[in-house]
């Protein structure tokens, strides 16, 4: 299996500031036949669901504001909250599918300084 | 917009089996270009996939549930089912059902996800 592993646990920000969370793969999930990286970003929200944000790594998903970005490539990956909102306040899990079974990160759970 | 739903019970004894319904709306699951899979998430915890299926009946199952876990499909109800013998309490978990977006059952991102439905084992 593919371990993803997520730092760091938790992470406090002020309203306005730069968030960043890492997501590093035991193994490469960038496939050489199409030069993508099969890795997401989702947010989850207590008691709701996860919801995507980001697929290939970098491709925001519809509706998902700009704030929101997300890099790396091979087995280092960052998702990006250029400026936290009040509304940012979640769980975040990368999620590799590149290989079966498909793996989550263990989580970031980001709130507000 | 599409729509997922989770039904089934919520209260289980160990050693019986959890049987969940995912119903479709707003959308097909025999749309040849979309997977449906399930995941859980044991409370306070993390996500696990257990497995996904194509209307055309391809499963992949997670190997660490697979001894126990069925996924199938019914196109003239537009839903898809769970089910996972033998349950323990380790089993406890809100269990998702979703959407995949990609190659194959086990190949993809989950775009739509359903709410969610709390499934207690216990004696």
């Known amino acids: 299996d593919i371990v993803m592993t997520q730092s760091p646990d938790s992470l406090a920000v002020s309203l306005g500031e730069r968030a960043t969370i890492n997501c590093k793969s035991s193994?490469?999930?960038?496939?050489?036949?199409?030069?993508?990286?099969?890795l997401a970003w989702f947010q989850q929200k207590p008691g709701q669901p996860p919801k995507l944000l980001i697929y290939?790594?970098?491709t925001r998903e519809s509706g998902v504001p700009d704030r929101f970005s997300g890099s790396g490539s091979g087995t280092d990956f960052t998702l990006t909250i250029s400026s936290l909102q009040a509304e940012d306040v979640a769980v975040y899990y990368c999620?590799?599918?590149?290989?079966?079974?498909?793996?989550f990160g263990g989580g970031t759970k980001v709130e507000i300084k | 917009q599409l729509q997922l739903q989770e039904s089934g019970p919520g209260l289980l004894k160990p050693s019986e089996t959890l049987s969940l319904t995912c119903t479709v709306s707003?959308?097909?699951?025999?749309?040849?270009?979309?997977?449906w899979g399930w995941i859980r998430q044991p409370p306070g915890k993390g996500l696990e996939w257990i497995g996904g299926?194509?209307?055309?009946?391809?499963?992949y199952y997670n190997p660490s549930l697979k001894s126990r876990v069925t996924i199938s499909v019914d196109t003239s109800k537009n839903h898809f089912s769970l089910k996972l013998s033998s349950v323990t309490a380790a089993d406890t978990a809100v269990y998702y059902c979703?959407?995949?977006?990609?190659?194959?059952?086990?190949?993809?991102?989950?775009?739509?996800w359903g709410q969610g439905t709390l499934v207690t084992v216990s004696s």
């Open positions: 999620q590799q599918y590149y290989g079966s079974p498909l793996t």
């Open positions: 707003s959308g097909s699951v025999s749309s040849s270009t979309y997977y």
């Open positions: 299926i194509h209307f055309g009946g391809t499963t």
């Open positions: 290939w790594a970098s």
């Open positions: 193994q490469s999930v960038l496939y050489s036949s199409d030069n993508k990286n099969y």
């Open positions: 979703a959407r995949l977006r990609g190659t194959g059952p086990g190949r993809g991102y989950f775009n739509y």
